[in-house]
């Protein structure tokens, strides 16, 4: 039986097929990451990192290949289980936050538990155990707007994991942030994924932060090497 908690085979992906602007972005890209494994994906710009961990997340559709994500097989699912999935089993994390700019800190990481059935007390538990994680007690009650660019995203990471998914897909989660903050929050992420001990894809432009997760693989030309 596989460990992969991600399993993508042979992923090809294009866009405008059958017109001039047709392009191929992902040609046979193959990848696996196990249960506590935190693997970087370094790759230029436009080369497909956000295409990939959009099919990773089950936010698009590959044009042909397999996506396995927990041992189950994502080909032919309906919107509805997919939609299950990603609400249960990943966890997403962008360049920006997207906070909810009308709720506090603890809210923002309290209403997709709500939203995913769970009761509010340990919704509450839940948050603030996600906070203390990344250093960030003391700002529970603080909107979006009181805190610090690394300290929102810190947040967003909390968020993205409240509902205790298997997988973690970030997509330049530091772009954003000054290489001081940069680091700060990187750390606070590896905490997070270490303590709850996820797989984890990390999109990075940044060597040194790649250098810090277990492996690190390339996407060129479409491929995953
Ligand atoms: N919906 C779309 N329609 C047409 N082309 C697209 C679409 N989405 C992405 N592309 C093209 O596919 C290629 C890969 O895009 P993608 O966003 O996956 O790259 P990326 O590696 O994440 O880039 P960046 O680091 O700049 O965000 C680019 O050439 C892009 O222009």
Do not use: W
């Amino acid at each position: 039986m596989s460990e992969l908690v991600l399993d993508l085979k042979d992923l090809c992906k294009g866009y405008n097929h059958g017109q001039p602007n047709e392009i191929t972005v992902l040609r046979d890209a193959t990848l696996g990451v196990a249960a506590g494994e935190v693997v970087a994906l370094v790759a230029p710009s436009g080369s497909g990192k956000s295409t990939l961990l959009h099919i990773a997340g089950l936010l698009d559709q590959p044009d042909s290949g397999t996506v396995r994500i927990a041992g189950e097989d994502m080909t032919g699912l309906g919107d509805r289980r997919r939609t299950a999935i990603r609400r249960d089993k990943v966890g997403f994390v962008y360049q920006f936050h997207h906070l909810l700019p009308e709720f506090s800190a603890e809210e923002n990481i309290v209403l997709p538990q709500l939203a995913a059935g769970q009761s509010r007390a340990a919704a509450r538990a839940r948050a603030q155990a996600l906070l203390e994680t990344v250093g960030l007690s003391p700002r529970a009650s603080h909107r979006p707007a009181e805190l610090s660019g690394g300290e929102q995203q810190r947040v967003a990471f909390c968020r993205a994991l409240a509902n205790g998914p298997a997988l973690l897909l970030a997509d330049e989660p530091t772009g954003n942030l000054d290489p001081d903050t940069s680091e700060l929050v990187f750390a606070a992420l590896l905490n997070l994924v270490r303590t709850e001990g996820l797989a984890a894809l990390i999109a990075t432009h940044n060597l040194d932060l790649a250098a810090r997760m277990d492996r690190k693989v390339r996407l060129e030309a479409g491929r995953i090497i």
